[in-house]
């Protein structure tokens, strides 16, 4: 008589394998979207979750791609291992934002926020009874409060250009923020329009140059909301946040790309972690007046060309005949990566225009590329602030005079000739 260990083993079961990539099938039919609907009902949710969960009567996935942006492949991995459950769906309770935030005017305009979902701080709220009905309706926006500490504030302190006021900044150094942290969530006619390209286009490039990662940007043309793997972005304000979209609210702004080396460890070859500070400085000073202060803090890496590619960079720069020079610094770049720039700023207002702003007031950027697209945008620059000169490491000084090289590291607002000129250089800070 054969025992239970004598019979063959059995074949673990096959999960069967759901494609995406055409339209149709026997599942539910996405909820649509109508981009640019003031009400976030009628413009619908975004739904980028692959499992709408047991007992759910909604399936409908409406976005290609997914939540996490740049980290989703952690959780795929955390499944494949038996950390995650794949149909888990998170608790929210308690995480509302720590402070409202809009709605504005310009949450209602389809064509001036296309890269992140205007409503996507405020889903547990807006889209409480399709979530109720089982709905995976995830967040892509969290607003929470804290403190920042750097010692760059602590020797403005000392040297007398701040002085603590006890509720923007503490005598210790402590700054209270509000931070926001953002996923990017793209309207692809919005951006495919900001670019001045095609719909067409834009998803067939997207397709090929992730290596058909994502087939629906061909095959599904009925989904107009991608939401990209790659890094989003956070924002610090400083100040009373409740006069954010007031006419009268004086605003400072520093728009900044990450630079991991400078940013956090401090590097000296570059001017990325000085101009932070001084853009927090400022940005504390209109908060002590009044005003606003607006950091934002772009996860673009090197120009947005990787840390790999800016350090090959760095070892061209510094083995070339002749060393490190002003007048070579952008052709070295140009040489490893084949463009000088790949941060493209044309998507970069819309986090402004969620805030409702509609004027800066002192925007701590020399760069151009930065200035541009926010006037195009509609957005009123009154007076740029430069880094000042005790401010540059020594050996960030090929950087600086590389761009005063250029030609567009300036102490005023361009004219319209001027910025026709530079509009083909991809350089900035």
């Given at each position: 008589?054969?025992?239970e260990?004598?019979?063959p083993?059995?074949?673990?079961?096959?999960?069967p394998?759901v494609?995406?990539?055409?339209?149709?099938g026997?599942g539910?039919?996405?909820?649509?979207?109508?981009w640019?609907?003031?009400?976030?009902?009628?413009?619908?949710?975004?739904?980028?979750t692959?499992?709408?969960g047991?007992?759910?009567?909604?399936?409908?996935?409406?976005?290609i791609?997914?939540?996490?942006?740049?980290?989703?492949?952690?959780?795929?991995?955390?499944?494949?291992?038996?950390?995650?459950?794949?149909?888990?769906?998170?608790?929210?309770?308690?995480?509302?934002p720590?402070?409202?935030?809009?709605?504005?005017?310009?949450?209602?305009d389809?064509?001036?926020?296309v890269s992140?979902d205007p409503?996507?701080h405020?889903?547990?709220?807006?889209?409480?009874?399709?979530?109720?009905?089982?709905?995976?309706?995830r967040?892509?926006?969290?607003?929470?409060?804290?403190?920042?500490?750097?010692?760059?504030?602590?020797?403005?302190?000392?040297?007398?250009?701040?002085?603590?006021?006890?509720?923007?900044?503490?005598a210790?150094?402590?700054?209270r923020?509000?931070?926001?942290?953002?996923?990017p969530?793209?309207?692809?006619?919005?951006?495919a329009?900001?670019?001045?390209?095609?719909?067409?286009?834009?998803?067939?490039?997207?397709?090929?140059?992730?290596?058909?990662?994502?087939p629906?940007?061909?095959?599904?043309?009925?989904?107009?909301?991608?939401?990209?793997?790659?890094?989003?972005?956070?924002?610090?304000?400083?100040?009373?946040?409740?006069?954010?979209?007031k006419p009268e609210?004086?605003?400072?702004?520093?728009?900044?790309?990450?630079?991991?080396?400078s940013d956090?460890?401090?590097?000296?070859?570059?001017?990325?972690?000085?101009?932070?500070?001084?853009?927090?400085?400022?940005?504390i000073?209109?908060?002590?007046?009044?005003?606003?202060?607006v950091?934002?803090?772009n996860?673009?890496?090197?120009?947005?060309?990787?840390?790999?590619?800016?350090?090959?960079?760095?070892?061209a720069?510094?083995?070339?005949?002749?060393?490190?020079?002003?007048?070579?610094?952008f052709?070295?770049?140009?040489c490893?990566?084949?463009?000088?720039?790949?941060?493209?700023?044309?998507?970069?207002?819309?986090?402004?225009h969620?805030?409702?702003?509609?004027?800066?007031?002192?925007?701590?950027?020399?760069?151009?590329?930065?200035?541009?697209?926010?006037?195009?945008?509609?957005i009123?620059?009154v007076?740029?602030?430069?880094?000042?000169?005790?401010?540059?490491?020594?050996?960030?000084r090929?950087?600086?005079?590389?761009?005063?090289?250029a030609g567009?590291f300036?102490?005023?607002?361009?004219?319209?000739?001027?910025?026709?000129?530079?509009?083909?250089?991809?350089?900035?800070?």
């Amino acid at each position: 008589m054969k025992t239970e260990t004598d019979l063959p083993a059995k074949k673990p079961a096959i999960k069967p394998i759901v494609l995406t990539s055409h339209p149709g099938g026997s599942g539910p039919k996405p909820l649509p979207i109508d981009w640019g609907a003031a009400d976030p009902l009628r413009r619908g949710p975004i739904i980028a979750t692959v499992h709408a969960g047991e007992g759910a009567s909604i399936a409908a996935k409406n976005a290609i791609g997914t939540h996490s942006g740049a980290y989703a492949l952690y959780r795929a991995l955390a499944i494949a291992a038996g950390q995650l459950k794949a149909d888990h769906k998170p608790d929210l309770t308690n995480t509302a934002p720590a402070e409202a935030i809009g709605p504005f005017p310009q949450w209602a305009d389809a064509a001036k926020i296309v890269s992140m979902d205007p409503f996507g701080h405020m889903v547990s709220e807006a889209y409480a009874d399709l979530i109720r009905l089982g709905a995976d309706i995830r967040p892509s926006i969290a607003v929470t409060k804290a403190h920042i500490n750097m010692p760059e504030l602590l020797d403005a302190m000392r040297a007398g250009r701040l002085k603590a006021d006890g509720e923007v900044l503490a005598a210790n150094g402590d700054v209270r923020v509000t931070k926001i942290a953002i996923e990017p969530v793209w309207w692809l006619p919005g951006v495919a329009a900001r670019f001045k390209i095609s719909e067409t286009d834009l998803r067939r490039n997207l397709f090929e140059q992730t290596a058909g990662m994502f087939p629906e940007l061909v095959t599904r043309p009925d989904l107009k909301v991608f939401l990209p793997p790659i890094g989003g972005m956070t924002v610090y304000l400083f100040g009373d946040i409740h006069k954010l979209g007031k006419p009268e609210t004086r605003i400072a702004c520093r728009i900044h790309d990450e630079c991991n080396g400078s940013d956090v460890f401090g590097s000296d070859i570059c001017t990325c972690r000085p101009y932070l500070a001084h853009g927090i400085e400022v940005c504390i000073e209109m908060a002590q007046q009044g005003g606003v202060g607006v950091i934002v803090y772009n996860r673009k890496e090197g120009r947005a060309l990787g840390e790999v590619t800016k350090f090959l960079v760095y070892n061209a720069r510094k083995r070339q005949e002749g060393g490190d020079r002003a007048e070579a610094y952008f052709e070295r770049t140009e040489c490893v990566a084949g463009v000088q720039d790949m941060r493209f700023q044309e998507l970069m207002p819309d986090v402004l225009h969620w805030l409702g702003i509609a004027r800066v007031d002192k925007l701590v950027s020399m760069s151009n590329l930065k200035f541009q697209p926010l006037v195009d945008s509609g957005i009123q620059v009154v007076e740029r602030i430069p880094i000042p000169d005790d401010l540059i490491p020594a050996d960030a000084r090929v950087e600086m005079d590389a761009k005063k090289a250029a030609g567009y590291f300036t102490d005023k607002v361009p004219d319209a000739a001027e910025l026709k000129q530079s509009k083909g250089r991809r350089l900035d800070e």
